[in-house]
Structures are given as structure tokens and as C-alpha cells.
């Protein structure tokens, strides 16, 4: 599983969603990708533990500064949308990640539907150089994250 400091517990999560998983996407020779996941209330509060996925983190809190370029919009059927961008300047160790577009959906009964689209990483076991941009521009990720590809048909 693609997800930084991830614990084992969180690599075996099976996927919910219809679509959801780890896409590489290639432009020319750069390597960029798209996250996918979705999690129904349980697995929500089991892995982001007392934080609110609906509480605006478009606003800055107790001192910590807002996501760059955060855009929170509250859909007409009440799911909360987020998009902000992540530089990922975390100098922590290697991989070192490219920029990304960050999407969050808050879904009906407390599910969550996140992704991540980063133009890559860097590393020993990169399959080619960062993209120069991200995989979907921000209105296609807006798009596909309000569309109903993602979800789970009920």
C-alpha cells in the first residue's frame, strides 16, 4: 500500500469501494499516481480516531495554517467536498513525494471517500522521474470525486 508510515494493520484494509487502489499513471517517461480509497464510519474512526472528516480544515486552528489552496463546498445533498494541494516538503526520509492534489468526500452515515493525486516519487524504486504536473487537473478530480464512479452502488 502507497501510504507513508502506514501501520500493518492499514496495509491489509480490503477495498470498499468500486475503484479502490493504488493506479500508476504515465506521461512520456514521468510516473504520477492516483490513491483511491473509501471507508465506510467504522473504518473512519478506527484510523483518523476522534477527528471530524466533516470539520473544515480550510480554516486555520489553534496556530496550525490552512492546506494551500483548500476549497471546502458543502453539496446540495449535504457531503462535504475538500480539495487543497500538498507541496509534501516533509524532509522525512525517502521515497520523497511530488506535490499532490488532496480529495476528500464526506459520505451519508459517516464514510469517507479519499484521494490522493500526485505527480510521484522519487527513490530507489521509482519507476520513472515526478510528473510536471498532477495526474487530474483539480476539475477533474472535482468531478470524479462528485460522480458516481467511486462509490459503492447500493
Same mark, same amino acid.
Given at each position: 500500500?502507497?501510504?507513508?508510515?502506514? %501501520?500493518?494493520?492499514?496495509?491489509?484494509?480490503?477495498?470498499?469501494?468500486?475503484?479502490? !487502489?493504488?493506479?500508476?499513471? @504515465?506521461?512520456?517517461?514521468?510516473?504520477?499516481? #492516483?490513491?483511491?480509497? %473509501?471507508?465506510?464510519?467504522?473504518?473512519?474512526?478506527?484510523?483518523?480516531? !476522534? $477527528?471530524?472528516?466533516?470539520?473544515?480544515?480550510?480554516?486555520?486552528?489553534?496556530? +496550525?495554517?490552512?492546506?494551500?489552496?483548500?476549497?471546502?463546498?458543502?453539496?446540495?445533498?449535504?457531503?462535504?467536498?475538500?480539495?487543497?494541494?500538498?507541496?509534501?516538503?516533509?524532509?522525512?526520509?525517502?521515497?520523497?513525494?511530488?506535490?499532490?492534489?488532496?480529495?476528500? #468526500?464526506?459520505?451519508?452515515?459517516?464514510?469517507?471517500?479519499?484521494?490522493?493525486?500526485?505527480?510521484? $516519487? %522519487?527513490?530507489?524504486?521509482?519507476?520513472?522521474? #515526478?510528473?510536471?504536473?498532477?495526474?487530474?487537473?483539480?476539475?477533474?478530480? @472535482?468531478? #470524479?470525486?462528485?460522480?458516481? +464512479?467511486?462509490? %459503492?452502488?447500493?
Amino acid at each position: 500500500m502507497i501510504i507513508k508510515h502506514a %501501520t500493518a494493520a492499514q496495509a491489509r484494509e480490503h477495498p470498499m469501494g468500486p475503484l479502490d !487502489g493504488q493506479y500508476s499513471v @504515465r506521461r512520456g517517461v514521468g510516473v504520477g499516481y #492516483l490513491v483511491i480509497g %473509501t471507508m465506510d464510519a467504522k473504518s473512519v474512526v478506527e484510523k483518523l480516531g !476522534g $477527528f471530524d472528516p466533516a470539520a473544515d480544515i480550510c480554516k486555520p486552528t489553534d496556530g +496550525e495554517p490552512r492546506p494551500a489552496d483548500c476549497v471546502r463546498e458543502e453539496l446540495p445533498d449535504g457531503r462535504i467536498l475538500t480539495i487543497w494541494s500538498d507541496a509534501m516538503n516533509h524532509d522525512d526520509g525517502t521515497p520523497r513525494w511530488g506535490s499532490e492534489l488532496v480529495a476528500r #468526500l464526506t459520505l451519508k452515515g459517516g464514510g469517507l471517500l479519499a484521494v490522493r493525486d500526485s505527480t510521484g $516519487f %522519487t527513490g530507489d524504486r521509482s519507476p520513472g522521474p #515526478l510528473l510536471k504536473s498532477t495526474p487530474l487537473p483539480r476539475a477533474q478530480l @472535482r468531478a #470524479l470525486m462528485v460522480g458516481p +464512479e467511486l462509490l %459503492t452502488k447500493k
